[in-house]
């Protein structure tokens, strides 16, 4: 097991470092001056050539890769253009809220996907089954801002159950649609994958035997089978995460939900670029570590893993 | 000799009394939804072809100027069946017309993946090594980012976003899932004899890659653009959204998604919701379609 994780880490290594570089040259490939950006409109030549000296813009483009790479070692992510806030320290704050929104929308997903799909293999051709394999169906196409802005139709400004937009202070009345509406794609799929594993596990032969011991069929489907079609769920979490960490994208921008992945469209629209590079770079290594504790607890789940990773 | 044996295969392809592609649009048609996601996806196709004849009304026609207040967010009723926007402009319409915009970015972007993904993919499930781990490591750290910032990043670096920049940027993400499939197709089919045989007769790397391979796993490859098709479209209308992707007043569906939601709380729903409803008709569709097509070419594969 240590070796395996040990391994892990270790292929995790370049990928982080080519995350790192891509982003630097992203960025300076940007035209436009940041110190004129910066400056803004009165700036004087004396002052951008201050401000470019300050952020060490006028060091060869190697020094400065090299400067960035040392700053990144230190968890120092650079300035924001706009504000003088450190760009690691605001994303800090909001770093959090998208770690409670996402979280809380895989539980609900993984909550809603289970049980749709037990309900519908054991019920199988069952009008709840042809139900919700539909809904199903419509949850996996349709576009989560879409989703977002339906059930604040409804569920907001049409019944009134919970408040609209924002995170307000901060109470889970304000969480529950955004993290409803991120975890519907992830819930239809996992219901999906759930129905049709179950099925397959409820045919086998050891199930056949579990209910000619006697077993009662509640049993058979929430023990005997349930725990052999754990591992395709598995999977299904671990490629959900990029899809997860994109949606946040997109529900914290309907909801004006404080999480990074708002912040960093705040910065697009203001072309601080800083805060862009730091948005991405957090937001890709939340992804890697996510996957590293999938890829680990693979391991985990299944033995047989840890020994044929080659 | 050369002549007999020509002749000796006609002579099968005869006997077997159908050929390849008629084998396959039989096995497609008796797949249901594989029918369904067809026949949506001919509508869509339809939609965006003859938009100019079949849609009511001008897309980017505000009728207040000429109707008054009363074509103003106007409810679905028969003249309009979608309602009408703030400007009154025909909902439907521009509906219609952005079936356009969307399978444009849809196949453009494809053919993007596709340029950038099927020789990556060769290139590394046939040779291997380090050109496979580089390759490899190239798809990981794309697989990385979160697939909107990428996008959203490299079309914010040009002040002008245009619909070429769009479907540039989201080609450049969208080649990892294409070069995932041609790489294991091609580990797959490297060792075996008609490449060895190939290789044996002195052919150069890109023919026996090119020529001898790549028509053996053009299905897959088929397969993986279809499905990724509604993935592009969903990330369009996304990016379109928030504001990143095609501007007003051009009739895209996550542009309007976006212009009408501020009218939701005023139960005004039309506007935002039948774009929707356009975006998850054409995923459906293509899902549908790439489904009933792994159902029909893929035989040896089970998922």
């Known amino acids: 097991m240590f070796t395996h994780i040990a391994r892990r880490l270790l292929y995790a290594i370049p990928v982080v470092w080519g995350v790192v570089t891509a982003v630097f040259i992203l960025m300076a490939v940007v035209p436009g001056d940041p110190a004129r950006l910066m400056a803004g409109q009165r700036g004087d030549p004396a002052t951008i050539a201050r401000i470019r000296h300050d952020l060490g813009l006028d060091l060869p483009i190697t020094q400065q890769y090299t400067k960035y790479i040392k700053e990144l070692l230190r968890g120092d992510l650079g300035m924001s253009y706009r504000n003088n806030e450190r760009v690691a320290s605001a994303i800090k704050t909001r770093f959090t809220a998208t770690m409670r929104l996402t979280l809380w929308a895989m539980l609900i997903s993984v909550a809603r996907g289970l049980t749709l799909g037990i309900i519908s293999a054991a019920k199988q051709y069952a009008i709840f089954d042809y139900a919700a394999m539909f809904i199903a169906i419509l949850g996996v196409s349709a576009p989560v801002f879409w989703v977002g802005l339906l059930l604040l139709l409804v569920f907001a400004y049409g019944l009134g159950w919970v408040p609209g937009v924002g995170a307000g202070d901060g109470s889970w009345r304000y969480l529950v649609l955004p993290a409803v509406t991120l975890g519907v794609r992830p819930a239809a799929l996992l219901a999906r994958l759930t129905r049709s594993c179950m099925l397959e596990v409820l045919n086998q032969d050891y199930t056949r035997t579990a209910r000619a011991k006697g077993v009662s069929e509640r049993m058979v489907v929430l023990k005997h089978a349930l725990k052999n079609a754990m591992i395709p769920v598995i999977t299904i979490i671990g490629t959900q995460i990029s899809d997860l960490l994109s949606g946040a994208v997109l529900t914290e921008s309907i909801f004006a939900w404080p999480g990074v992945g708002r912040l960093a469209v705040e910065a697009l629209v203001n072309r601080d670029f800083p805060m862009i590079r730091g948005a991405v770079i957090v937001l890709a290594l939340t992804f890697l570590v996510a996957n590293l504790i999938v890829d680990i607890s693979y391991g985990f789940f299944d033995p047989r893993i840890r020994y044929d990773t080659e | ?303």
């Open chain 2, 1 to 303: 000799m050369n002549t007999n044996i020509s002749v000796k295969v006609k002579n099968v392809k005869v006997e077997s009394g159908e050929g390849l592609l008629q084998e396959l649009w039989r096995r497609f048609r008796r797949n249901k939804l594989a029918m369904l996601g067809l026949i949506m996806t001919v509508t869509i196709i339809l939609a965006a072809v003859s938009a100019g004849v079949i849609a009511p009304y001008d897309p980017i026609k505000q009728l207040i100027w000429t109707e008054g207040a009363a074509a103003k967010l106007a409810s679905p009723s028969l003249t309009h069946p979608m309602g009408t926007d703030l400007y009154g402009r025909d909902i439907f319409s521009r509906v219609l017309y952005g079936a356009r915009i969307s399978l444009q970015i849809g196949i453009f972007a494809t053919l993007v993946a596709l340029l950038i993904g099927v020789p990556l993919g060769a290139l590394a499930g046939y040779k291997g090594g380090i050109c496979d781990d580089l390759i490899s490591w190239l798809v990981n750290v794309v697989f990385a980012f979160p697939f909107i910032l990428f996008v959203l990043a490299v079309v914010s670096i040009f002040q002008n976003p245009s619909l070429y920049l769009v479907f540039v940027a989201i080609g450049l993400i969208d080649w990892v899932f294409i070069c995932r499939v041609t790489r294991g197709q091609f580990i797959s089919l490297r060792s075996r004899e008609f490449v060895e045989a190939a290789h044996a007769l002195g052919l150069p790397t890109w023919r026996i890659i090119f020529r001898h391979i790549l028509p053996n796993v053009i299905a897959p490859i088929i397969i993986q653009a279809t499905l990724g098709m509604g993935g592009i479209i969903t990330l369009e209308a996304g990016l379109a959204y928030l504001g990143f992707g095609a501007q007003p007043p051009t009739p895209s569906w996550g542009l309007m998604i976006s212009e009408g939601q501020q009218y939701i709380a005023q139960g005004k729903w039309w506007w935002s919701f039948f774009p929707g409803v356009a975006i998850m008709y054409t995923v459906l569709a293509f899902n549908f379609l790439g489904d009933g097509l792994r159902d029909a070419l893929d035989v040896r594969q089970k998922r």
